[in-house]
Nanobody, 110 residues
Framework: VQLQAYGGGLVQTGGSLRLSCSAS????????MGWYRQAPGKQRESIAD???????SYADSVKGRFTVSVDSAGATAYLQMTNLKPEDTAVYYC?????WGRGTLVTVSS
């Protein structure tokens, strides 16, 4: 499966962004997906995931600020990010079926 994350950019502290992860077919209907990020000099970390059942979970660092969702077709996943902080600066990736999309850079200025 091919995944592509996009929607990153430069935003000020307190701002919002919505990331998208498009798949080559409607895999999210039948498979779990997750959002990850990797900040400079740090390991990649899991921040949010959504199961094919719709169950969602979040890392403590983003809980209450980020929301993961999937469109009705099951081919695009989203990560709505609000109240962004400089420590959210990272390359963001999506993952499903052990496939990684190319990341998208989010930079939060202070």
């Amino acid at each position: 499966v091919q995944l592509q994350a996009y929607g990153g950019g430069l935003v000020q502290t307190g701002g919002s962004l919505r990331l998208s992860c498009s798949a080559s077919w409607s895999i999210f209907r039948f498979n779990d997906m997750g959002w990850y990020r990797q900040a400079p000099g740090k390991q990649r970390e899991s921040i949010a995931d959504i199961a094919s059942s719709g169950r969602k979970s979040y890392a403590d660092s983003v809980k209450g600020r980020f929301t993961v969702s999937v469109d009705s077709a099951g081919a695009t996943a989203y990560l709505q990010m609000t109240n962004l902080k400089p420590e959210d600066t990272a390359v963001y990736y999506c993952n499903s079926m052990r496939s990684w999309g190319r990341g998208t850079l989010v930079t939060v200025s202070s």
